[in-house]
């Protein structure tokens, strides 16, 4: 192996932790399934509350390892947009997902998938950014907050990004078969989760490092499907994922897959 990627612990703990706890979450999903309103956004369901859980173990993580110290240098990057130089990955970071799923709406029309006009919560944008922002705390805060650099200083950027995707993967399956959706739903959902956790690396490692980058992208993320066109409602990820994996491919031609800092081309 390259000993440039030599080393960098492996964050086991994190991980083991991050599952456990969410394990009576899972549970509390099927319980209360039969419960719960059919008209709830996407079928979310109650499971969907353990998005603080990696929040939770990269904090307990972390105060085992470096004490209150570590613990506040954690929660200070929440909000460490000073990191990012360069302001003009800002662009992408607000402004890539959405530009794609517009043209994941447009596509389907051309293919003239029944679908009802577009009467999403746009005046409810900014609130729903917001909130949406507060639970990427919760989850980037541990995944890229505490576990992206140890695995990509080990194996680089991209076969980090790709092993924290799978990991992440297989805590939201619980989740997603929660939902109901077909099985093509839930493959391709599968598939858009992988493609987006590359993406939000690439983004990570091009703004310094800024966590609030990550938890701005995911944010912008869930405001993007659930707009589409009415609180979710006819959000394919088929098409997402398509347009995703055109996304990630054009990253991978440019970028240095060992870094994602280094422009092939310029």
Same mark, same amino acid.
């Given at each position: 192996?390259?000993?440039?990627?030599?080393?960098?612990?492996?964050?086991?703990?994190?991980?083991?932790?991050?599952?456990?706890?969410?394990?009576?979450?899972?549970?509390?999903?099927?319980?209360?399934?039969?419960?719960?309103?059919?008209?709830?956004?996407?079928?979310?369901?109650?499971?969907?509350?353990?998005?603080?859980?990696?929040?939770?173990?990269?904090?307990?993580?972390?105060?085992?390892?470096?004490?209150?110290?570590?613990?506040?240098?954690?929660?200070?990057?929440?909000?460490?947009?000073?990191?990012?130089?360069?302001?003009?990955?800002?662009?992408?970071?607000?402004? +890539? @997902?959405? *530009? %794609?799923?517009? $043209?994941?709406?447009?596509?389907?029309?051309?293919?003239?998938?029944?679908?009802? &006009? #577009?009467?999403?919560?746009?005046?409810?944008?900014?609130?729903?950014?917001?909130?949406?922002?507060?639970?990427?705390?919760?989850?980037?805060?541990?995944?890229?907050?505490?576990?992206?650099?140890?695995?990509?200083?080990?194996?680089?950027?991209?076969?980090?990004?790709? +092993? @924290?995707? *799978? %990991?992440?993967? $297989?805590?939201?399956?619980?989740?997603?078969?929660?939902?109901?959706?077909?099985? &093509? #739903?839930?493959?391709?959902?599968?598939?858009?989760?992988?493609?987006?956790?590359?993406?939000?690396?690439?983004?990570?490692?091009?703004?310094?490092?800024?966590?609030?980058?990550?938890?701005?992208?995911?944010?912008?993320?869930?405001?993007?499907?659930?707009?589409?066109?009415?609180?979710?409602?006819?959000?394919?990820?088929?098409?997402?994922?398509?347009?995703?994996?055109?996304?990630?491919?054009?990253?991978?031609?440019?970028?240095?897959?060992?870094?994602?800092?280094?422009?092939?081309?310029?």
């Amino acid at each position: 192996m390259n000993a440039q990627f030599s080393k960098g612990k492996f964050p086991l703990n994190f991980f083991l932790l991050v599952f456990i706890i969410t394990i009576p979450f899972y549970a509390l999903g099927f319980i209360t399934e039969h419960f719960l309103p059919k008209n709830i956004p996407a079928n979310i369901p109650i499971s969907a509350l353990a998005a603080f859980n990696p929040l939770i173990a990269a904090l307990i993580v972390t105060y085992r390892e470096k004490g209150k110290a570590g613990v506040k240098n954690l929660l200070g990057r929440v909000l460490d947009y000073g990191r990012c130089k360069n302001k003009i990955w800002y662009l992408p970071v607000f402004g +890539l @997902l959405p *530009f %794609l799923m517009i $043209l994941a709406y447009l596509w389907m029309r051309l293919e003239e998938v029944p679908m009802p &006009a #577009w009467e999403g919560p746009v005046f409810m944008a900014p609130v729903l950014l917001m909130v949406f922002f507060i639970f990427a705390i919760g989850e980037e805060a541990g995944w890229t907050g505490y576990a992206i650099d140890p695995l990509q200083d080990r194996w680089g950027a991209f076969n980090g990004a790709v +092993l @924290l995707a *799978f %990991l992440w993967l $297989l805590w939201h399956f619980i989740p997603f078969v929660q939902t109901h959706h077909s099985t &093509a #739903w839930l493959l391709w959902q599968c598939v858009q989760l992988i493609l987006f956790r590359i993406l939000t690396v690439w983004l990570y490692n091009n703004t310094g490092k800024s966590l609030f980058t990550a938890i701005s992208f995911h944010a912008v993320n869930n405001l993007s499907w659930i707009l589409f066109p009415n609180y979710g409602s006819h959000y394919d990820p088929f098409y997402f994922s398509v347009l995703l994996a055109i996304t990630v491919a054009i990253v991978l031609f440019l970028w240095d897959s060992r870094t994602f800092t280094r422009n092939r081309y310029a």
